[in-house]
């Protein structure tokens, strides 16, 4: 037969009392029980506000809920969407450079061009 | 939130882990069925967290990260030894961890007056010998470390077991037990005095 130890007793003890009945003790777990049924007394279930039950539960069913879920776990709510907009906007910055690279370049050659004329104008 | 209307006190949440595992496949195939296990531990979570806590403001916000939580990781749940009901109060183990550090760096105060909600039509002198108890207990339970505090919220607000205990902090059931005989030591100790 195998003898349990202490913490083992306790707890089974404590089992007991949390299920509503009366355990039986020896002289060593008394005090440590009557701590424990005190402990049962006072630390009571609180619940909740009803409106704050109602508006998580919203949120839980909601689109709302899962999106931001996703934000608060550091995560994309729509991943695709910010792929489309990174890639939009990587297309739109290539245009721009392109676009500002040809208006410079023909600003150049329009400059170079006006004092061509004017060197041979002197 | 302390003018909230609040509803009677459910008792204690016992384990039903055949019940918990048809609700999460169930709400794995169809988030709406989460809301089974959203009544069925939202008393549990919001109790362990006030208790964590100590205000109704903080338990709420912690209920709700919980929860959120818990939908979003809820595919990847897996019946793997560890039941439902622990994977969640480790969630909520982790929320209210991370709240109290954020409010240690705060230096704010826990347990404010006006701790409980009293019912209306409460006994005054009931209600005051009540309120001198629990805050008796939750002032020795506040000088246990961190561990053994954990262990005893779990163990008598919650009625988690040794083994459940044991996986939300991430130790073995014996373990738990030592940690649940120590803290009643100590409390035993603190509380004669």
């Given at each position: 037969?195998?003898?349990?130890?202490?913490p083992?007793?306790?707890?089974?003890?404590?089992?007991?009392?949390?299920?509503?009945?009366?355990?039986?003790?020896?002289?060593?777990?008394?005090?440590?029980?009557?701590?424990?049924?005190?402990?049962?007394?006072?630390?009571?279930?609180?619940?909740?506000?009803?409106?704050?039950?109602?508006?998580?539960?919203?949120?839980?069913?909601?689109?709302?809920?899962?999106?931001?879920?996703?934000?608060?776990?550091?995560?994309?709510?729509?991943?695709?969407?910010?792929?489309?907009?990174?890639?939009?906007?990587?297309?739109?910055?290539?245009?721009?450079?392109?676009?500002?690279?040809?208006?410079?370049?023909?600003?150049?050659?329009?400059?170079?061009?006006?004092?061509?004329?004017?060197?041979?104008?002197? | 939130?302390?003018?909230?209307?609040?509803?009677?006190?459910?008792?204690?949440?016992?384990?039903?882990?055949?019940?918990?595992?048809?609700?999460?496949?169930?709400?794995?195939?169809?988030?709406?069925?989460?809301?089974?296990?959203?009544?069925?531990?939202?008393?549990?979570?919001?109790?362990?967290?006030?208790?964590?806590?100590?205000?109704?403001?903080?338990?709420?916000?912690?209920?709700?990260?919980?929860?959120?939580?818990?939908?979003?990781?809820?595919?990847?749940?897996?019946?793997?030894?560890?039941?439902?009901?622990?994977?969640?109060?480790?969630?909520?183990?982790?929320?209210?961890?991370?709240?109290?550090?954020?409010?240690?760096?705060?230096?704010?105060?826990?347990?404010?007056?006006?701790?409980?909600?009293?019912?209306?039509?409460?006994?005054?002198?009931?209600?005051?010998?009540?309120?001198?108890?629990?805050?008796?207990?939750?002032?020795?339970?506040?000088?246990l470390p961190?561990?053994r505090?954990?262990v005893?919220?779990?163990?008598?607000?919650?009625?988690?077991?040794?083994?459940?205990?044991?996986?939300?902090?991430?130790?073995?059931?014996?373990?738990?037990?030592v940690l649940l005989h120590r803290a009643l030591r100590d409390?035993?100790?603190?509380?004669?005095?």
């Amino acid at each position: 037969m195998t003898t349990r130890s202490t913490p083992e007793r306790l707890d089974e003890a404590v089992e007991t009392l949390l299920a509503g009945e009366r355990p039986t003790v020896d002289a060593e777990l008394g005090p440590l029980l009557g701590v424990a049924a005190r402990l049962s007394d006072s630390l009571r279930p609180v619940p909740p506000g009803r409106s704050f039950e109602q508006q998580l539960a919203r949120r839980l069913s909601g689109d709302g809920g899962i999106l931001r879920t996703a934000r608060e776990l550091g995560l994309p709510g729509r991943p695709w969407r910010l792929l489309a907009a990174g890639a939009l906007s990587s297309a739109a910055l290539g245009v721009t450079v392109t676009a500002f690279a040809v208006w410079r370049s023909g600003r150049r050659h329009h400059s170079l061009s006006q004092r061509l004329l004017q060197r041979q104008a002197r | 939130m302390s003018g909230d209307a609040q509803r009677e006190p459910q008792p204690r949440a016992t384990a039903r882990p055949d019940s918990d595992l048809a609700a999460v496949r169930a709400a794995q195939r169809d988030r709406a069925a989460f809301e089974v296990l959203y009544r069925r531990y939202l008393d549990g979570i919001y109790a362990y967290a006030f208790y964590q806590l100590g205000d109704h403001h903080d338990a709420e916000d912690a209920t709700e990260r919980t929860f959120l939580a818990a939908l979003a990781a809820l595919p990847s749940f897996r019946d793997e030894g560890a039941s439902f009901r622990a994977w969640l109060y480790r969630i909520a183990h982790n929320t209210a961890s991370n709240a109290r550090r954020s409010r240690f760096r705060r230096r704010a105060q826990p347990l404010p007056e006006g701790f409980e909600r009293p019912a209306p039509d409460a006994d005054p002198a009931r209600l005051v010998a009540r309120a001198d108890e629990l805050r008796e207990v939750l002032d020795a339970l506040a000088e246990l470390p961190d561990e053994r505090r954990q262990v005893v919220i779990l163990r008598f607000v919650d009625g988690l077991s040794a083994a459940e205990i044991g996986e939300v902090l991430g130790r073995s059931p014996g373990a738990a037990r030592v940690l649940l005989h120590r803290a009643l030591r100590d409390l035993s100790a603190r509380l004669g005095r």
